[in-house]
């Protein structure tokens, strides 16, 4: 079983240098990953160019370049919930800028020639259960979407979706049509490089071991080097430790699992949709057909990081309870990986002090989400107000190993439920 990610195996490192000696800067990023490099691109578009960024290992080896690709509308925190917290005004403007967010990452890679294996097929969130009470549950989400925020998923019958996908274990679904699929470390550093060439400096291999004041601005100290900054965004996710106490503890880090099979003969394909495919259990399976003709598999949500072996044996079980035909499939790859998680469930973009800001906590439903908090950093950083909804989802502490604790009773509390819906368990 391979350790490295499928994706590691095929993503040209870029080898940047790491950052040796003194430097300034106007705006230091910490973190190589999407949100750090969606706010540089942001910001190069407004025509700031005093830019540096610091990355402790690779560009994208953090939960930016482990996923499963998927580049979506909306948040980890249900429309639902979005409306009751606040309001339908601002829920809508939220909800909306998300799919304003995904138009913005296919236009990145379309102008940047980015070759990140963008593949057109929307998003099926597929009914596991297949129940008169789970269809009514998909129907209500349908219509609060397009009642509430103007957005149209299509439902689609069970019929079709057995004529997609080569398994009984699915009712029906909703398609999202305007969601892509992509090879996410790709993307990282095909956008880093697009934005080296319009100034953005990239030194990696800095981890920052000290950030203090220093005047009116900030020092950082990475092993090797030192940069003075006016402003600072820590954006480096569930990786980030021991810079910012405050932010540190207002994140769960949080476990998923992804494999890869070798490439299936055209007699064998099971998928027969470029959709990504998704379905409708609290910890549900997510997966989708590459262009080479293998299958990425991805799911369950733990405390704990795994094995690959161990990881392909449990992700090997899920994926037989919807094709078992493939029981002899070989599987080639198989990773994990930390999502930064908030237990409001929002991203965490917020002003920490003068001149310090922080991106953190898109809870696995951050490919789109973190091109939205460059945008709104972006602006933010030139002196417009953050938007207002953002308040109310800023840096509750999650307790340490207490939190985690609570939260995979949690996790387990919802698998077990959804295992007792289950009718054909």
Known sequence: MNERSFYEEH???LALPPLQGEHRAGVAIVGGG??????????LARGVRDLMLLEAEQLGSGASGRNGGFVMEGFSLSPQALLRQLGAEAARSLY????????????????????????EGGALWLDWFDTPASRQRMQAHAGLLRERFGVEWDAVDREQVRRWLDSPRYGGALWERGAFHFQPLRYVRGLAVALQSQGLRIC????VRELVQHGSGWRLQTG?????????LLAGGATLRGVHAGVERARLPIATYVVCSEPLAPVRQVIHTDAALYDNRFAFDYYRRLQDGRILWGGRISIRERRPEAIAALLKRDLLRVFPQLHDLRLTHAWGGLMSYARHEMPQVLQLRQGLWAAQGFGGHGMAPTALAGEWLADALLGRPLPQALRRYGLQPVYGAAGLLAAQARYSWAELQDWLSDPRR
Do not use: F, N, Y
């Not at 940047?112 to 294996?117: K, Y």
């Not at 090797?224 to 600072?232: I, K, N, P, R, Y």
């Open 11 to 13: 993503a040209a490192p």
């Open 224 to 232: 090797t080097g030192v940069l003075h900054a006016e402003q600072v």
């Open 34 to 43: 999407l949100a750090g490099l969606s706010t540089a691109a942001s910001l």
């Open 204 to 207: 990696e291999a800095s981890p």
């Open 96 to 119: 909306g800028a998300s799919r304003d967010a995904v138009a913005l990452v296919r236009q990145r890679i379309v102008e940047h020639g980015i070759d990140c294996q963008r593949t």
